[in-house]
């Protein structure tokens, strides 16, 4: 009846209505595109960052937070003395404006000034017996040249005697730590690990058997005289 014309009549003129497509969507122009594509980046990048990828920085963009004194490499001061090696060694040892403080050193590598604090921890399963201290003198004499740092700054501790294997074995070896304010490089350290070595020869102890482990110690990290090396 009527109803149902009434609704043949409503279908036709939804089935007249137009049907869009992709040729009636307007083209847009390339900077346009390019401004879209933009802010798309920029809405997908905002949404995977994690939370704390900005965690070095605080209050405004752009301030970083300052990173530890430790982490920022060489602690020891960098003042150069000269560029060439003899040069640095006779003004380290002359007087006037170039003359270093008491307490200070070069390093024999950088020609840097270091402050004085190099310390020699050495175990070692052999009995050094009436030898040891002669051996420990010697070993100070080497830390000093081998670092460039005055010996009356230079302590040693040798505990001999101790219960130590190596390879699962109980052979003849030595088990050491050097401290140093700067001064620690690889020249320097090979230095110090080849008269270690010919020191504790004498004992029995190859070279082969002798581990020297090196620490550059940042100045606020070594107390000294009440206080530490940075103040």
């Known amino acids: ?53 900005f965690a070095p920085f605080s209050g405004s963009w752009g301030t970083r937070t300052r990173a530890p004194d430790m982490l920022r490499g060489r ?15 006779s003004l380290a040892g002359g007087s006037g404006a170039k003359s270093i403080p008491d307490g200070y050193g070069i390093d024999p590598a950088t020609g840097l000034v270091c402050a004085g604090d190099p310390s020699l921890i050495l175990k070692t399963n052999v009995d050094m017996g009436d030898k040891k201290k002669e051996f420990m003198a010697a070993a100070s004499k080497a830390l000093s040249a081998g670092l460039g740092k005055p010996e009356s700054f230079v302590a040693v501790c040798v505990d001999d005697g101790q219960d130590i294997i190596w390879g699962g074995v109980d052979t003849p070896c030595a088990l050491g730590c050097c401290y140093s304010l700067g001064a620690i490089n690889n020249e320097n350290n090979k230095k110090v690990s080849a008269e270690i070595s010919k020191l ?26 009440g206080a530490t090396f940075a103040g």
Do not use: W
Request: glycine share 6%.
């Open 1 to 53: 009846g009527t109803h149902s014309e009434t609704a043949l009549a409503q279908q036709d003129k939804t089935q007249d209505l137009p049907r869009p497509s992709f040729k009636q969507i307007p083209k847009m122009s390339p900077a346009s595109r390019s401004t879209h594509a933009v802010l798309a980046a920029t809405l997908i990048g905002t949404l995977c960052v994690p939370s704390n990828a």
């Open 75 to 89: 602690s020891a001061p960098t003042r150069p003395l000269g560029e060439n090696a003899s040069r640095r060694l």
């Open 200 to 225: 504790l020869e004498e004992f029995g102890v190859p070279a082969n058997k002798i581990y020297i482990n090196f620490f550059d110690v940042p100045r606020e990290n070594i107390g000294y005289n």
